[in-house]
């Protein structure tokens, strides 16, 4: 009875694994040094999902005529990786922001700008902006610091404002 089981549990997984590769790649990623597979060289994908990881070789099966082949010349792969990089203050998103300002004002050119983001603000809390550019400010003969400027109109409430490129912070 035991050999029965090892000979239907052996043609089962037979089957499946030619059941598995008998469906083609809409990718193959060959040539690709694989996060946590340092064995395998490429991947097989189908509709956007990993079907499968091995050697060059062992990858060929899955390609069909149509299959879009990518040699990433030893280009470093983590399946699966997701980058969440985003930039919400270009997205035209409620969270990136009301607060406006002009892209090429000076420190004291922006002062209407931030005045009439403290009038309109109605919530008393963060108040988020964006738009200036740090050359501008930086350039500008004001007397006062961008900090002394954003302190006198905003004595009692947050406030962060981001560049126009996103990675500096007022």
Not at 142 to 156: G, H, N, Q, R, Y
């Amino acid at each position: 009875m035991r050999d029965a089981v090892k000979v239907v549990v052996g043609l089962c997984a037979l089957t499946c694994s030619w059941a598995l590769h008998a469906q083609g790649a809409d990718t193959l990623l060959i040539n690709a040094n694989i996060y946590q597979h340092p064995q395998a060289q490429a991947l097989a994908i189908k509709d956007g999902k990993i079907l499968d990881i091995g050697s060059n070789v062992d990858m060929a099966i899955y390609r069909e005529n149509a299959t879009h082949i990518v040699d990433i010349e030893n280009a470093f792969v983590m399946p699966g990786f997701i980058d969440n990089h985003n930039h919400v203050f270009e997205a035209a998103s409620p969270v990136g922001g009301g607060c406006e300002l002009a892209s090429d004002a000076t420190l004291l050119d922006q002062v209407p700008y931030l005045k009439k983001c403290r009038r309109e603000d109605q919530t008393k809390g963060w108040i988020i902006g964006y738009g200036f550019t740090i050359d501008s400010i930086l350039e500008s003969q004001a007397k006062m610091t961008p900090l002394e400027v954003i302190d006198s109109i905003f004595p009692d409430q947050p406030i962060i404002i981001m560049e126009q490129s996103s990675t500096q912070c007022g």
